[in-house]
C-alpha cells in the first residue's frame, strides 16, 4: 500500500505507480480534496483500490474537524473516484 502524510501531494507520484504498475497497488490519501483531475486519472488508473482518511463526512459547526468548504470537493471526487476504479467496493472510507 503507498500511504504516508498525503502521497498524493508528492511531484512524483505517477512516476511511483507506473513504476509498480505490474503489481496490484491500493493508495491511502487523506481528506482527498485533490483539485487536479488529470492528475487523479492518473493516479486512480494505477491503483486497485482507495483508503480515504475522512475527519468528518458531514458539515456540524460543532465538531473543530468539520471542514464545511471541503466537503462538496470530497464527495465529487469519492463519485470521480467510483467511476474511475469501476465499484464503490474498491474505495473505503476510515476516519481519520
Excluded: C
Excluded at 482507495?50 to 465529487?76: C, F, I
Amino acid at each position: 500500500m503507498i500511504t504516508g502524510g498525503e502521497p498524493t501531494l508528492r511531484a512524483d507520484i505517477e512516476e511511483l505507480l507506473e513504476a509498480r504498475a505490474s503489481n496490484a497497488i491500493p493508495l491511502a490519501a487523506d481528506d482527498y480534496q485533490w483539485d487536479a483531475a488529470g492528475s487523479q486519472a492518473a493516479i486512480l488508473r494505477a491503483v486497485t483500490g482507495l483508503v480515504v482518511s475522512l475527519d468528518a463526512l458531514a458539515v456540524d459547526p460543532t465538531n473543530p474537524l468539520s471542514k464545511p468548504a471541503a466537503l462538496p470537493k470530497v464527495l465529487e471526487n469519492l463519485e470521480f473516484a467510483k467511476e474511475r476504479l469501476g465499484s464503490p467496493r474498491r474505495i473505503t472510507i476510515q476516519h481519520g
